[in-house]
């Protein structure tokens, strides 16, 4: 199985290495809006959502949009997201497109393999799935309105739609450069999904 560095090693190390990789960088928009199981929620986008690039473990190349969200209200949930692995370099730009994903089993699959490869989501670090109170959706369906390589962005929505009639919906306008503020190098971190600054 595929399992990338971590959600932010990669972005990191290109801001430490360089004077400029981290200046002016947008902080991520976005938010999940819609149920959680009899729950209605809004749960804002973590800072630490970054779009990069992957190596699959048959040696293929891809894109991988790593979005995670707070679950606030929701003290069941570590964290909750989606790693979106996405074959080559693709490029949205002239058009919205949008892949329909079907419920397997426990997992989402695309319905066009050669747009979304995998869909990997999670409810927190490293701890693959979707949340028990809402099950895994009977459907979903990705809409990318931009997606521009190199120094670039990702602007879309995925929606989970479920049994019992609820649907979730998230947002998300990220960067391929990880955001920090001043106070992140100083205080440990910009998101939740930081696994490595907990003094135990």
Request: hydrophobic share 35%; glycine share 14%.
């Amino acid at each position: 199985m595929l399992r990338t560095l971590s959600r932010t090693a990669l972005p990191l190390l290109a801001c430490a290495l360089s004077t400029t990789a981290c200046d002016a960088v947008p902080k991520p928009e976005g938010e999940c809006r819609g149920s959680h199981g009899a729950q209605s929620v809004v749960w804002p986008i973590d800072t630490n959502a970054v779009m990069s690039s992957y190596s699959h473990y048959d040696g293929t190349q891809g894109t991988q949009l790593g979005l995670a969200y707070i679950p606030d209200g929701a003290p069941e949930l570590a964290g909750f997201g989606v790693d979106i692995l996405m074959p080559g370099e693709p490029t949205v730009a002239a058009g919205a497109w949008t892949v329909k994903l079907l419920r397997q089993g426990q997992a989402l699959v695309s319905e066009d393999l050669s747009r979304i490869r995998e869909w990997r989501a999670h409810v927190g670090p490293f701890t693959d799935g979707f949340p028990a109170a809402s099950g895994v959706p009977v459907e979903g369906t990705l809409t990318l309105d931009r997606l521009v390589q190199g120094d670039g962005e990702a602007q879309g929505r995925f929606v989970y739609r479920y049994e019992d009639g609820g649907e979730l919906t998230c947002t998300f306008n990220i960067t391929d450069r990880f955001y920090t503020d001043d106070s992140d190098w100083g205080g440990g971190g910009g998101g939740g999904w930081d696994d490595d600054d907990d003094d135990d």
